[in-house]
């Protein structure tokens, strides 16, 4: 299986300032498709998790242009140009490159506020 | 509006069987792979599995296979989760997920909690 390492798996932040977490593979994600499927989910606490990035980059609807994905290869990170208290909360990085059964998650990242 | 439904918490007791269920509507539901992701108290989540209602087409995570079986009903857009023997280190929320775009889980159901304690 992929290993899916993420840091840090606490990040305190103020308010109104920009927040990084970073996702790394223990083999490369690129699909023999040319594909990359590496998304970022976000889970607020009580509620399910939500999609927020798919295919690194890629926003899902609704999601606010503060969050930012980049990465390739093994190492992903995603951004949050400025924090609002809304995204207190887990966020998790994922690969789907790998076979349907075979599918696997970062340990989660807390993101809380100072 | 995409939604899927899942039924109710449980509280069982150890070595019964279950069945928890997630109702897909507004989507084609025959036309994305349904998945289940288990996420234990207080810790991180867990891939389990994945169908394909169009074919039922079955896929589990090495972690699971055995232990669970994934089912759906194509006529009534319903995938389901289930156990023959539940174990207390059963107990978890049992989230369904739609696999979407760009192979992204875009579609969570709300979580169905499983409690198995004597």
């Known amino acids: 299986d992929i290993v899916m390492t993420q840091t840090p798996l606490s990040s305190p932040v103020t308010l109104g300032q920009p927040a990084s977490i970073s996702c790394r593979s223990s083999?490369?994600?690129?699909?023999?498709?040319?594909?990359?499927?590496l998304s970022w989910l976000q889970q607020r606490p009580g509620q399910p998790p939500r999609l927020l990035i798919y295919?690194?980059?890629n926003r899902f609807s609704g999601v606010p242009d503060r969050f930012s994905g980049s990465g390739a290869g093994t190492d992903f990170t995603l951004k949050i140009s400025r924090v609002e208290a809304e995204d207190v909360g887990v966020y998790y990085c994922?690969?789907?490159?790998?076979?349907?059964?075979?599918?696997?998650f970062g340990q989660g990242t807390k993101l809380e506020i100072k | 509006e995409v939604q899927l439904v899942q039924s109710g918490a449980e509280v069982k007791k150890p070595g019964e069987s279950l069945k928890i269920s997630c109702k897909g509507s507004?989507?084609?539901?025959?036309?994305?792979?349904i998945g289940w992701v288990r996420q234990m108290p207080g810790k991180g989540l867990e891939w389990m599995g994945i169908?394909?209602?169009?074919?039922?087409?079955?896929r589990y995570s090495p972690s699971f296979q055995g232990q669970v079986t994934i089912s759906a009903d194509k006529s009534i857009s319903t995938a389901y989760l289930q156990w023959s023997s539940l174990k207390a280190s059963d107990t978890a929320m049992y989230y369904c997920?739609?696999?979407?775009?760009?192979?992204?889980?875009?579609?969570w159901g709300q979580g169905t909690l499983v409690t198995v304690s004597s």
């Open positions: 997920v739609r696999r979407g775009i760009g192979r992204g889980l875009d579609y």
């Open positions: 507004g989507y084609s539901f025959t036309s994305y792979w």
């Open positions: 169908i394909y209602p169009g074919d039922s087409d079955t």
């Open positions: 083999q490369s994600l690129v699909h023999s498709d040319g594909n990359t499927y």
């Open positions: 295919k690194i980059s």
């Open positions: 994922m690969q789907a490159t790998q076979f349907l059964g075979s599918y696997t």
